[in-house]
C-alpha cells in the first residue's frame, strides 16, 4: 500500500504525470521545485495569472489579500486561499482545495479537494484527493536527532535518503483536530486518525486510528 498508486488516485492532480514516475511518493520531494517551475510555465495564459515570478494562480482562484504566495507555487481552478495562509514555495494547490487561516504549506502537492482549513503546518508532504486535516493537525517533517528519515513497515524498513519527510496522505484520509503526524507517516486511502493523536509509521487503508495501540479496520 506504499506505492504512490496505492496512495492516490492520479487523475486528481496536475501532477499526475510528474508521480507516475515514482514508485514511491515520497521520491517525488526532492525534484518538486523544479517540477513546479516547468510546469508553471506551459500552463495556459489565459487560464493562469502569473501573479509573481514563478507564483500562478487560476482565474477562478480566490486568493485573500494578506495571504503570501511564495515562489514556486501554483494554484488551480477554484481554490480558496484564505486569510494569513503562509505559502512557503515548492507548492501545488490542486483544484477546489482549501488553504485557511494561518495555514503554512512547503514543498508539498495538495490533490484536488484537500482541505487544510485552520491553522495547520503541511511540509515535504503529499495529501491525496479530498483528505482532509482537522483543526491544529500538523505534519512533523524533521526528526528530533536530525536524522534521516526511515517509513518502518511490518516486516521492511524503507530508507527514504531524506532529512526532511512530513507524511503521506492517502485519498479520502480525515485527520483528526490537533493530531500530530511524526515524520514518514503514511496513511492509506479512506482512513480516519482520532483527534489528539501522535501518529507514526503505517496506517492501513480503511482503518480507524484511535491510538498506537487500536488502530480496527473499518466495518
Not at 495569472?49 to 480566490?62: I, L
Amino acid at each position: 500500500m506504499l506505492k504512490t498508486t496505492d496512495l492516490f488516485d492520479l487523475k486528481f492532480t496536475l501532477a499526475n504525470e510528474y508521480l507516475k514516475t515514482f514508485d514511491y511518493p515520497w521520491n517525488a520531494l526532492s525534484g518538486l521545485k523544479l517540477f513546479i517551475e516547468k510546469l508553471g510555465r506551459s500552463l495556459d495564459k489565459n487560464e493562469y495569472f502569473e501573479v509573481d515570478s514563478s507564483v500562478w494562480v487560476h482565474k477562478s482562484a480566490k486568493v485573500d489579500s494578506s495571504a503570501f504566495l511564495g515562489a514556486p507555487c501554483i494554484v488551480c481552478e477554484n481554490a480558496e486561499i484564505r486569510h494569513c495562509a503562509f505559502v512557503r514555495g515548492s507548492v501545488l494547490i490542486g483544484k477546489n482545495c482549501v488553504v485557511g487561516n494561518s495555514t503554512e504549506l512547503k514543498n508539498a502537492i495538495l490533490f484536488d479537494g484537500v482541505q487544510v482549513p485552520h491553522y495547520n503546518y503541511v511540509g515535504d508532504s503529499i495529501l491525496g484527493h479530498k483528505a482532509h486535516m482537522g483543526a491544529g493537525s500538523i505534519t512533523s517533517n524533521v526528526k528530533s536527532d536530525k536524522g534521516l528519515v526511515v517509513i518502518k513497515g511490518i516486516d521492511k524498513i524503507y530508507n527514504t535518503g531524506l532529512k526532511k519527510l512530513g507524511v503521506m496522505l492517502g485519498d479520502y484520509v480525515e485527520v483528526g483536530c490537533n493530531t500530530v503526524l511524526n515524520p514518514g507517516v503514511v496513511v492509506g486511502k479512506h482512513s480516519n486518525i482520532y483527534p489528539l493523536s501522535s501518529v507514526r509509521g503505517i496506517i492501513p487503508s480503511n482503518s480507524i486510528y484511535k491510538s498506537s495501540v487500536e488502530i480496527v479496520s473499518k466495518t
